[in-house]
């Protein structure tokens, strides 16, 4: 057989075993970037019209999340705002509406106390679903919901989920254990 048909050959390997690899890679990434995430995977997905384009968005979010310096809560800030839902709860029975409100004030002063930027809206959804991919939705329903109380749409029951959802992320928030690095990924 001639050298050029070996050279050929070694070169046409070479192609396929660096295809196998990149699809390995590949997949390996968008099985670490599904478990990370979870429903927050295939919303952005759907958002972004396409796997990849959404999954360069959620590495983009990994890559600023770990430039931020998130920070447990001190035992007497977790017990503060323990005592502050306490009220914004039994506030829900006499003024729902301002119920709301105070639940969302809190979510975000827990937010900014342990170290998330307190950007527009969506900046803050992104930053949450890095860590807390599970409630991030509850987040953007109550929210949701918020904005129609502020614009006078929202029924009691409304306003009662609203509180559901926002303590989710709450709970959440306030866990006072660190995730190791394998309930994270």
Do not use: C
């Not at 099985?31 to 972004?48: A, I, K, M, N, Q």
């Not at 007497?76 to 029975?93: C, D, I, K, M, N």
């Amino acid at each position: 057989m001639p050298g050029w048909l070996w050279i050929v050959i070694a070169l046409a390997a070479l192609v396929v075993i660096g295809l196998i690899a990149w699809a390995l890679m590949t997949r390996r990434r968008s099985e670490h970037l599904r478990d990370r995430f979870g429903p927050e995977y295939d919303r952005t997905v759907s958002e972004h019209g396409g796997r990849r384009s959404a999954e360069t968005e959620l590495e983009r979010r990994e890559e600023k999340r770990e430039r931020l310096d998130i920070v447990p809560l001190s035992s007497e800030s977790r017990e503060r705002y323990l005592a502050s839902w306490r009220g914004v709860q039994t506030g829900f029975v006499d003024e729902p509406a301002g119920a709301v409100t105070d639940a969302d004030r809190l979510v975000t002063d827990v937010m900014r106390e342990r170290g998330y930027p307190m950007d527009e809206f969506e900046q803050r959804v992104a930053d949450i679903s890095v860590d807390h991919a599970d409630v991030v939705e509850h987040y953007r329903a109550a929210h949701a919901i918020r904005l129609a109380n502020d614009a006078g749409e929202a029924s009691t029951e409304d306003l009662r989920q609203a509180i559901v959802h926002y303590r989710a992320l709450f709970e959440e928030l306030l866990d006072h254990r660190e995730k190791t690095a394998e309930e994270v990924a």
